[in-house]
C-alpha cells in the first residue's frame, strides 16, 4: 500500500519513511527519523532527533518521542530512541533519548502498550509485551523486563529494576528492583505475593507457580535469608529454573546500593 502524508504534516526530506506509512495533521518529523512499514501516526505527533521507529506502531495524537534527556549533564551528542514493532503508544506519551552515560539509546521493544501521559525517561530500556499504564513515570536508566506491568500513576526511581512477569499496583513508589513473578505494591513498594494472574494467564505450570509462592513466603514472609531459602527450595525439589531466576534477581538486588542492582553503574 501506498504511504499517505497529510499536507498539513511536517516531515523533513531526509527523514526515512517506508511503505504503508500513515502520517496525519500537524505531525512533525524530524531529518534523523526512520519509520518502519506500516507504522501509524495520528494527528499531531512529534518525531525528533535520532529516532528508529519498526514496524505496525500506533502513535497517538501529543505523543513526543525522541526529546533530548533530562539530565544537565547532557551536551547535545546524538544518542536515539529505537522502538520495536506493534506497539501502542497513546495520547501525550514522551520518550527521550538516551545519554553517554550508558550506551547511548533509550529502547522500547515490541507488543508493548504504553498508555496516556507516561514517561520514559533517558536510557531506559523496556522489554516486550510490556504495559505502561495512564501517567506512570519510569525515570533514568530504569530496566523494565519482558511481560511486566505497571498500574496507573506508578513512579519508578532511576536504576531501579522491574522483573518479569511482575505488576506494580497503582499510585506506587517503587523504590527498589522490583523481582519478576512477584506483585508490588505500597510507598515504597514491597513485594506482596506472587503475580499469579500473569503466571496463569502465561501458562505457568502449577509446580512452578507453587514453587514461587513458596520462594516468596520464604524470602519475604519468613525471611530465613537467601541462601536457606535455596536450599529449603532445593531439598522440596522446588528449585525450578524460574525459581532460580528469581533468587539469582534477588541476590544482584542486593549486591546493589538502595536495593537496586543496577545502581553499580552509576558508581562506575
Aim: glycine fraction near 10%; charged fraction near 20%; include cysteine.
Amino acid at each position: 500500500m501506498a504511504t499517505y502524508i497529510s499536507p498539513q504534516a511536517c516531515v523533513d526530506p531526509k527523514a526515512r519513511i517506508e511503505d504503508d506509512v500513515y502520517i496525519g495533521p500537524f505531525c512533525v518529523v524530524g531529518p534523523d527519523v526512520h519509520v518502519g512499514r506500516g507504522t501509524r501516526l495520528e494527528n499531531s505527533v512529534t518525531l525528533m532527533g535520532h529516532v528508529t521507529l519498526g514496524e505496525e506502531n500506533e502513535i497517538s495524537p501529543g505523543a513526543v518521542i525522541g526529546g533530548q534527556p533530562q539530565d544537565l549533564s547532557y551536551t547535545g551528542t546524538p544518542t536515539q530512541v529505537v522502538i520495536g514493532d506493534h506497539n501502542r503508544i497513546r495520547e501525550c506519551v514522551t520518550i527521550n533519548r538516551g545519554t553517554e552515560k550508558e550506551d547511548g539509546v533509550t529502547c522500547v521493544g515490541s507488543h508493548n502498550f504504553l498508555m496516556a501521559g507516561c514517561h520514559v525517561a533517558h536510557d531506559c530500556h523496556v522489554g516486550n509485551h510490556c504495559i505502561i499504564t495512564n501517567n506512570s513515570l519510569l525515570g533514568g536508566h530504569v530496566h523494565m523486563h519482558d511481560h511486566a506491568t505497571l498500574s496507573g500513576a506508578v513512579a519508578v526511581h532511576h536504576f531501579a529494576t522491574i522483573g518479569s512477569y511482575a505488576f506494580v499496583a497503582g499510585v506506587s513508589a517503587v523504590r527498589h528492583d522490583v523481582p519478576p513473578y512477584m506483585l508490588a505494591e505500597g510507598f515504597p513498594s514491597r513485594p506482596r505475593c506472587i503475580n499469579v494472574v500473569a503466571l496463569k494467564r502465561n501458562n505457568f505450570p502449577p509446580e512452578v507457580i507453587n514453587a514461587l509462592a513458596e520462594a516468596h513466603r520464604l524470602l519475604y514472609r519468613a525471611k530465613v535469608g537467601l541462601d536457606h531459602a535455596r536450599e529449603i527450595l532445593r531439598g522440596n525439589n522446588m528449585l525450578l529454573p524460574d525459581v532460580n531466576h528469581l533468587l539469582s534477581f534477588v541476590q544482584y538486588q542486593r549486591e546493589g546500593r538502595h536495593g537496586r542492582g543496577r545502581e553499580a553503574r552509576r558508581a562506575a
